[in-house]
């Protein structure tokens, strides 16, 4: 079982070829292609910020093939992506294909493009219909995420497109491609309020899931910190994967571990990161 991180925070304070680089010499296999700043997006206005990263620019692919030669250079590989997101806002949506472009340069094979949290099955289909020609084009698959809502009078979680199991199938199934996946979010499973429970999703999603972000929480809010440091149960879900015979990476989302590090220090966290997905890796191995 092969391991992998998403490059988002560290490229916050090292950039992303720094950070391509450490993620190699921590001992990964691969780099997830975290493009959320390719759209800036402000969630009080619900429209775009300016932007000068390059992957905003017209010079947009050099930079996903200088991040590969990086990561090729030190020995890894770009397994997967995830574009910019949310898709309600239609600014968003319009870089979904330069996402798919830039996984494609990158080397990738999945990119990961968030379901509209507030539509059916049905009505997302037909954004991922639109994607999936180009899509194949580039020979990149387009999984979907299982989603989370807020409920601030109960203060948990609360239903979003592909949160439960059922919802996650229907949305699979009502595309029907072979280069429409599943990515299962470990930790939005695990939320209370929401989600159905990371090993129900796995054995329910079966040969549809190709793809996980994993990290832990307190089964109550959305963390995205270290596995092993919360409170999920690993063991279960690692028996779940080993169950359905999964054959994708195991993919750390888990980045806002590195919050607490700065340039000088945040090798040693994605170290700790790659030391966390190596031992459940071995679990799945050892299963």
Same mark, same amino acid.
């Given at each position: ?27 990964? !296999? ?7 700043? +390719?759209?800036? %997006?402000?969630? *009080?206005? *619900? ?21 590969? #030669? ?51 099955? $049905?009505? &997302?289909?037909?954004?991922? @219909? ?15 995420? &299982?989603?989370? &809502?807020? !409920? ?8 979003? =497109? ?5 919802? @996650? ?7 029907? !491609? ?16 929401? *989600?159905?429970? =990371? ?6 999603? *079966?040969?549809?899931?190709? =793809? ?5 929480? $307190? #089964? ?9 440091? +919360?409170?999920?149960?690993?063991? &279960?879900?690692? #028996? ?15 980045? %806002? ?24 890796? !071995? +679990?799945?191995?050892?299963?």
């Amino acid at each position: 079982m092969k391991t992998s991180t998403q490059i988002e925070i560290a490229s916050q304070v090292i950039g992303e070829e720094k950070t391509v680089e450490y993620i190699a010499k921590a001992g990964f !296999d691969a780099w997830d292609f975290s493009m959320f700043a +390719m759209c800036k %997006y402000d969630w *009080g206005k *619900g429209s775009l910020l300016e932007n000068d990263h390059p992957l905003a620019g017209n010079n947009y692919l050099a930079f996903a093939r200088r991040l590969k #030669k990086i990561g090729l250079d030190n020995g890894i590989v770009c397994n997967q992506s995830h574009a910019p997101f949310p898709p309600s806002c239609q600014e968003v949506r319009s870089y979904f294909k330069r996402a798919i472009e830039c996984t494609a340069e990158a080397g990738g094979k999945i990119c990961v493009i968030h379901p509209d949290n507030n539509k059916s099955a $049905d009505e &997302n289909a037909e954004m991922y @219909f639109e994607l999936l020609p180009f899509a194949k084009e580039h020979h990149v698959k387009i999984a979907t995420e &299982n989603m989370w &809502n807020w !409920d601030a009078e109960r203060d948990e979680s609360s239903f979003a =497109a592909c949160a439960t199991s059922e919802s @996650f199938v229907d949305h699979i199934d009502a595309v029907n !491609d072979d280069f429409f996946v599943a990515c299962l979010d470990i930790g939005h499973a695990e939320m209370r309020g929401s *989600g159905s429970g =990371a090993a129900n999703m796995i054995r329910a999603l *079966g040969h549809r899931l190709k =793809a996980l972000h994993i990290h832990d929480n $307190d #089964k109550w809010h959305d963390s995205h910190q270290i596995p092993f440091s +919360m409170s999920i149960d690993y063991g &279960n879900i690692v #028996k779940a994967l080993k169950d359905i015979d999964y054959h994708g990476w195991f993919t750390l989302e888990a980045d %806002y571990y590195l919050k607490k590090f700065n340039a000088d220090t945040i090798f040693d966290g994605i170290k700790d990161l790659y030391a966390a997905d190596r031992k459940l890796a !071995d +679990m799945f191995e050892n299963a």
